[in-house]
């Protein structure tokens, strides 16, 4: 069983930055890719960003290309979401995930999640 635990969230104002942190306890990461996915009041979740488990391959959501960054440390057992140049809307709650790609479907294991709130 993978537990994931993300931190790092908090409240900024627009353009501000972030970084986002998701470490596993218990079992590693493993082989897996993992992604971060976030949800804002009222909507669906919506995929950020993922990567291999090597960290050679990333995916970057549209909405946040150039901007957001998704890196990871296999020895710490963590995955990174730099959020840079921060907008209202990224307002939401940020999850990460193991196993899977670019939807939420494919995802096996979830963490709890951390609040990111942007204000203008």
């Known amino acids: 069983q993978v537990q994931l635990v993300e931190s790092g969230g908090g409240l900024g104002q627009a353009g501000d930055s972030l970084r986002l942190s998701c470490t596993a306890s218990?079992?590693?990461?493993?082989?897996?890719?993992t992604g971060w996915f976030r949800q804002a009041p009222g909507k669906e979740r919506e995929f950020v960003a993922a990567?291999?488990?090597?960290?050679?391959?990333?995916l970057v959501a549209d909405s946040v290309k150039g901007r957001f960054t998704i890196s990871r440390d296999n020895a710490k057992f963590t995955v990174y979401l730099e959020m840079n140049s921060l907008k209202p809307e990224d307002t939401a709650a940020y999850y990460c995930a193991v196993g899977g790609w670019a939807t939420a479907e494919q995802y096996d294991y979830w963490g709890q999640g951390t609040q990111v709130t942007v204000s203008s």
């Open positions: 218990g079992r590693t990461l493993g082989r897996y890719p």
């Open positions: 990567i291999t488990w090597t960290g050679e391959g990333t």
